[in-house]
Every structure is written in C-alpha cells, then in structure tokens.
C-alpha cells in the first residue's frame, strides 16, 4: 500500500483545522467594542431602526415563532451581538446592510455565509398578483425580524455600557 501524498496529508489537515478557524473565538474586548458603539454603531443602529420604523408605519409585528438571542447577565454580550448581526445578515435586507458591516467591523469577526438554496426547476402557476402579495407579506416578516433584533441590540449595547462604566 502507497503512503498518501503530502499535498493530500495538508489539504486534508487544512479542511480540518478552517472551521476552527472560522468559529471566531478571538472576538475583541467588550470595551473596544463599546467604544466603537459610542463612536459608530450607535448612529447606524439609530437610522435602521428609524428606516424600518418608518416601513412598518401601517404594519404590526406578530410575536416570532423562535424566540432570538438575548443578553443576561451571564451571557458574553460581544458574542450575542454577533449572532444577532449575522441572523440580520442573513435577512438580506437592503435597511440594515450598513449596522451590519459596522458591528462586524467593529467585533472583527465575520459571519459564515448562508447556504444557498437549490434553484426551483417547478412550473410557476401563481398570478404576478399572488406573488406580490407573497412577496410583500415576507418582506414585512423580515422586516419584523429586523425590528425585533434591533431591539435586542440595543439591549445589548445598553448592557455592554452598564457593565463596562466603571472602566
């Protein structure tokens, strides 16, 4: 039997050690990222919540089905707000693009992507009128969603600030 080769042995070891690379256990201290919310965060946090407020104008949010991520106490809060920003991300919603970038900026840790969905080869039937009201109806779900994490960052950053006065 043949030894494996040494391209083999480093890709393999590579593909071994890249999700623990990827896991974002280096996130950066609660202070700096305390001060990034004071200098930046806190004004894109402000105009997304005023954007999608002011989408929503004549729509109300149902409570979510799964409840997200809070910070406690006993939560890492710069971790929190990560999984938050990567959930708004994954919205893909053109209104929270920038807090986004922002709060991954500024806690230095990417998100994974989302995985793609496998296009769907089905015959469409629906009328275009169906499929707008299809549309529009998971547009303000996402735009619920967005409203509901945005409130849970806010929580978040206001904890963070709590926390980390004395410093």
């Known amino acids: ?33 305390r001060n990034d919310y004071r200098e930046i965060v806190q004004i894109e946090l402000d105009n997304t919540n005023g954007s ?19 910070c406690t106490s006993d939560t890492n809060v710069v971790s929190t707000l990560h999984f938050l920003t990567c959930k708004m991300k994954n919205l893909r919603f053109s209104h929270t693009d920038g807090l986004a ?45 967005a409203k509901a994490i945005l409130s849970i960052m806010t929580e978040c950053y206001e904890m963070l600030n709590t926390l980390l006065m004395d410093t």
Do not use: Y
């Not at 043949?2 to 280096?26: E, H, K």
């Open 1 to 33: 039997m043949t030894n494996p080769s040494p391209l083999f042995c480093i890709s393999l070891f590579a593909l071994l050690l890249l999700p623990l690379s990827l896991s974002c256990d280096s996130i950066r201290p609660p202070e700096e990222v």
């Open 52 to 70: 999608i407020m002011a989408l929503l104008h004549n729509s109300s949010c149902p409570e979510l089905k799964r409840k997200l991520r809070r």
């Open 101 to 145: 970038m922002s709060v991954i900026n500024s806690i230095r840790c990417p998100c994974l992507g989302k995985p793609m969905k496998e296009p769907n080869t089905k015959l469409k039937t629906a009328t275009r009128q169906r499929r707008n009201e299809q549309r529009k109806s998971k547009e303000t779900r996402n735009l619920c969603k």
